[in-house]
C-alpha cells in the first residue's frame, strides 16, 4: 500500500469519528443537569419546554461553526510557512 493510500485511508476514517461524534452530539445537548433550568422546565408547559430546547440548539449552533471554521481555514494552511 503506498504512503498516499494509507493518508487517504487515514483521513476517511477521522472523518467517519468525526461524523460519529456529530451525529451523537445533539443527543447530549437536552441531557443538562442545571437544577434550576430542571426546575423551570419542570413547571413550565410542552411550549416553554420545545423553546427551551430550541434555544440550547440556537446557542450551540453558531460556535460549533465559527470553531469548525478557524479548523478548516488552518488545516488548509498547514504548510503555508513550512521551510523549503
Same mark, same amino acid.
Given at each position: 500500500?503506498? *504512503? =498516499?493510500?494509507?493518508?487517504?485511508?487515514?483521513?476517511?476514517?477521522? #472523518?467517519?469519528? +468525526?461524523? #460519529?461524534?456529530? $451525529?451523537?452530539? /445533539?443527543?447530549? $445537548?437536552? +441531557?443538562?443537569?442545571?437544577? $434550576?433550568?430542571? =426546575?423551570?422546565?419542570?413547571?413550565?408547559?410542552?411550549?416553554?419546554?420545545?423553546? #427551551?430546547?430550541?434555544?440550547? &440548539?440556537? $446557542?450551540?449552533? /453558531?460556535? &460549533? &461553526?465559527?470553531?469548525?471554521?478557524?479548523?478548516?481555514?488552518?488545516?488548509?494552511?498547514?504548510?503555508?510557512?513550512?521551510? *523549503?
Amino acid at each position: 500500500m503506498s *504512503d =498516499q493510500a494509507a493518508k487517504s485511508r487515514f483521513r476517511i476514517w477521522i #472523518l467517519s469519528v +468525526a461524523v #460519529l461524534i456529530a $451525529l451523537a452530539a /445533539p443527543s447530549g $445537548l437536552y +441531557a443538562q443537569s442545571c437544577a $434550576l433550568c430542571y =426546575q423551570a422546565a419542570a413547571n413550565s408547559g410542552a411550549n416553554f419546554i420545545e423553546a #427551551l430546547k430550541r434555544g440550547i &440548539l440556537i $446557542l450551540f449552533f /453558531p460556535p &460549533l &461553526l465559527i470553531g469548525s471554521g478557524i479548523v478548516i481555514a488552518a488545516y488548509r494552511k498547514r504548510y503555508r510557512y513550512v521551510g *523549503d
